[in-house]
């Protein structure tokens, strides 16, 4: 599945911009990390992106686009053919706007014809190489070229490469590595460095005119996703001398999740000062090699806004606790504890620290990804200093209208974007945690979840949850989540505030759990 930076790269939509898609539920994840709230797309997303470009192109608003989606296919087509006759009488723009209409399926269907799309083990590279990050394209051409009069004719070969580090779309600042061939050894007086060009397992290629890159290099992240590949690295643009470029992105092959993977957490505990403190999350990576301490290239940090704090002692807080070595955590529906390496490096003058994190893809085979965090302070924080407490509401409940049993139907990032009829955009209903809950006289609640260990039911203790006129309180978190009652066609919802962990320790914002009676 695409990342989101994956995807904003591939559509040219901005990362910000799909978060909105998000919100406004044009555009909602295939799949989030229960975690981290990372956000994942299946390969239709990617079609929908061109969607709503081409549709945004000729005029719609995103309330439009999202009343479009909501359209059975075949009503869907049949607008778009009656659109098409309107534009039809439209002047120049309105012409070129129907242009894109009538070819925007054929294009994609295109791109993944006229590439032989080729998953093989790649040979090694010798090259003269430079990374550097470049202002626009040109700049980066001008770069090579001048890497290409600085490397001794003698040992040369006819091949340059271009590795993308970034992660996501960018219109300036582009991370490059930039490379020549050689055949010898490199002398120290041209000022580059030597670098082996090695790939780790296999990757996916084509060959194309150097004109149509940029569809094949689409193509190919198509192709991947949609035969169960996960990027494993940075994609590499290798030029011929006859105006050919082959494409390489690295890969890995998928299979089944694992639903019963476990590691043991009951790990004796071995110090680690230098681990000791709180770390801010500066990137989310493939690989190791896409870091650069100059250039945070994910968006995704905005969702892990409070970093790690990693406790003495290795006290665990949320679903986070450590030994020397090794972050432990237990995360995920079905439930998922992992042991994930990490380790910690001096570079520019500030302490990272690198952590091979075992996502969904892991658990299907995959490649863990890498945290990259930064270190703020060495505090010895404990549980309680680092807890997000609320202001308990000292107010009567006294509400009448909430009382009675309620049962969950879904999971929406606020009330404002319920829709009945996909009352779950967040999560499958199936991953939901809170069940049920029952608001009786006096303020007590009984709560039903739902155990992700056995898969069954059960009644939380009637001291840990109370409500009062406006508020569900939950005792060891202290925690006050808004309610708020709402009616859809003569059908009483009720929203309720879920201040799990992530708002407690995460920083994150509550998404809300949905009730009907």
């Known amino acids: 599945m695409y990342k989101i930076g994956e995807l904003s790269k591939l559509s040219k939509i901005p990362v910000k ?81 129907i242009t894109i209409l009538q070819n925007l399926n054929a294009t994609l269907k295109e791109c993944m014809s006229m590439f032989d799309i080729v998953i093989r083990k790649s040979d090694e590279l010798r090259l003269a190489y430079d990374r550097k990050i470049v202002s626009s394209q040109a700049e980066g051409e001008k770069i090579l070229q001048y890497m290409q009069h600085t490397v001794p004719e003698a040992i040369s070969g006819r091949r340059t490469v271009l590795i993308d580090y970034e992660t996501e779309y960018r219109t300036e600042n582009f991370d490059m590595g930039f490379g020549v061939e050689i055949t010898g050894s490199l002398p120290k007086s041209c000022g580059l460095a030597e670098k082996t060009l090695s790939f780790d397992g296999e990757t996916a290629n084509l060959v194309c005119p150097a004109s149509k890159y940029e569809d094949g290099l689409s193509a190919l992240h198509k192709y991947v996703l949609e035969h169960d590949y996960q990027i494993t690295g940075p994609s590499c643009k290798i030029r011929y001398e006859d105006s050919t470029v082959e494409i390489k992105l690295p890969v890995v092959k998928l299979k089944g999740f694992d639903v019963n993977y476990n590691e043991e957490l009951e790990l004796p505990f071995e110090n680690d000062e230098e681990a000791i403190g709180h770390w801010e999350m500066t990137d989310f990576l493939p690989c190791r090699e896409m870091f650069h301490p100059q250039k945070q290239k994910s968006a995704l940090i905005e969702d892990f806004v409070n970093g790690l704090y990693f406790l003495p002692g290795g006290e665990q807080y949320w679903c986070f606790g450590w030994t020397k070595g090794l972050l432990l955590s237990t995360c995920g529906y079905p439930a998922r504890k992992s042991q994930n390496p990490y380790t910690i490096e001096k570079i520019g003058g500030e302490t990272y620290m690198f952590i091979e994190f075992k996502g969904p893809n892991y658990y299907r085979g995959g490649r863990a990804d890498i945290l990259v965090f930064r270190k703020r302070d060495s505090n010895a924080y404990r549980k309680q200093d680092i ?47 809170w069940r049920s809950a029952e608001f009786l006289e ?76």
């Not at 049962?407 to 199936?430: K, M, Q, T, W, Y």
Request: one cysteine or more; glycine letters at 6%.
């Open 442 to 517: 006096g303020g007590a609640i009984v709560n039903q979840f739902m155990n992700r260990s056995t898969d069954s039911l059960y009644t939380d203790s009637p001291d840990v949850w109370r409500w009062v006129t406006g508020y569900v309180i939950c005792n060891p978190r202290v925690t006050a989540g808004q309610y708020v009652l709402r009616r859809f066609e003569d059908t009483a919802y009720l929203f309720v505030q879920w201040k799990s962990g992530d708002y407690s320790f995460g920083g994150t914002e509550p998404c809300w759990y949905v009730f009907r009676r």
């Open 17 to 97: 911009t799909l978060r909105y898609y998000d919100i406004e539920g044009l555009l909602p994840p295939d799949y989030v990390d229960d975690l981290t709230g990372y956000r994942y797309y299946g390969a239709a997303k990617l079609s929908d992106c061109y969607r709503i470009i081409a549709l945004k192109e000729l005029g719609f608003s995103l309330r439009e686009i999202k009343a479009l989606f909501s359209l059975p296919k075949e009503n869907f087509s049949e607008f778009l053919r009656a659109k098409e006759e309107e534009l039809h009488i439209l002047k120049k723009r309105t012409e070129e706007r």
């Open 387 to 433: 807890m997000r407490k609320d202001e308990i509401p000292d107010v009567p409940a006294d509400d009448r209208a909430v009382l009675g049993k309620w049962n969950v139907c879904g999971l929406v990032h606020s009330p404002e974007a319920f829709d009945p009829r996909n009352p779950c955009p967040i999560i499958p209903f199936d991953g939901l945690y």
